[in-house]
């Protein structure tokens, strides 16, 4: 699958929690029943997913990571999402600005490893796998159809290479949603491409063999060319779609 101006697009925002400036509570009860519900009105979101990762060096601090996967990026476009953006509620303003260190980015699917399911909804309990690594220009985008999945868990539900987008990433990003939001830096370098390997297991995946997965799509990309950024795994939180546009899909 190649990404196209057709496919869904995967748009993941996420940043840490500071509990001097919000209760961990306070920010969950805004994500998930304003925040999620929210963006789900509008049209083109097709589902929202929360899950967390703890810093293992610092129990006190949680990397929190939402995915929306909306139909387009029409929908990024469109004058509904952009009002929206542009009229934050007063939680949204303490909650987003409470965070460090936010991530924002869309994707496109480059390659979907199970076809078969074109958008899955994550399910309750399960864990997700982010191995993020960039892309040089002399590095071969062969290598992603190359890799053999069948060396992975049996309990693999979902296995996406998605590729960053910057023209889908700016979209909204000027608006007074992001007023006062602290960016991480991302240094690329020459590998100007950002490509993520989008795993979702079963709940009852170990974690030392998603782990074993992890060393092995790293060793193999890593041998191709690629420059590893990064490999988090977090636990899933909640999600909820919009039963209108599922119905579309």
Aim: a neutral charge; aromatic letters at 10%; hydrophobic letters at 35%.
């Amino acid at each position: 699958m190649g990404d196209n101006g057709d496919s869904p697009v995967y748009f993941m925002v996420a940043g840490y929690s500071d509990n001097r400036r919000v209760s961990e509570h306070h920010l969950n009860e805004w994500w998930t029943n304003e925040h999620l519900v929210e963006r789900l009105h509008h049209p083109g979101f097709i589902n929202a997913s929360r899950w967390l990762s703890p810093d293992p060096n610092n129990i006190a601090r949680k990397e929190y990571l939402a995915w929306y996967v909306v139909r387009s990026p029409d929908t990024l476009k469109s004058e509904e999402y952009k009002t929206s953006l542009e009229n934050p509620t007063p939680d949204t303003i303490r909650c987003m600005q409470a965070l460090t260190d936010w991530k924002r980015a869309a994707y496109a699917i480059h390659h979907n490893y199970i076809p078969a399911k074109k958008v899955v909804k994550p399910s309750e309990g399960n864990v997700l796998l982010l191995l993020t690594f960039y892309v040089g220009p002399d590095t071969s985008r062969d290598m992603v159809q190359e890799y053999d999945i069948n060396h992975l868990q049996s309990s693999l539900l979902t296995a996406l290479v998605l590729r960053r987008r910057d023209d889908y990433t700016q979209l909204g990003v000027k608006t007074k949603s992001y007023n006062g939001v602290h960016f991480r830096s991302e240094l690329r370098d020459l590998y100007s491409e950002e490509w993520i390997l989008f795993l979702e297991y079963g709940s009852h995946t170990p974690r030392d063999k998603i782990e074993r997965d992890a060393r092995s799509m790293q060793n193999f990309f890593a041998s191709r060319g690629a420059r590893i950024a990064e490999i988090k795994i977090f636990s899933h939180i909640v999600t909820m779609e919009s039963k209108s546009e599922r119905q579309k899909l």
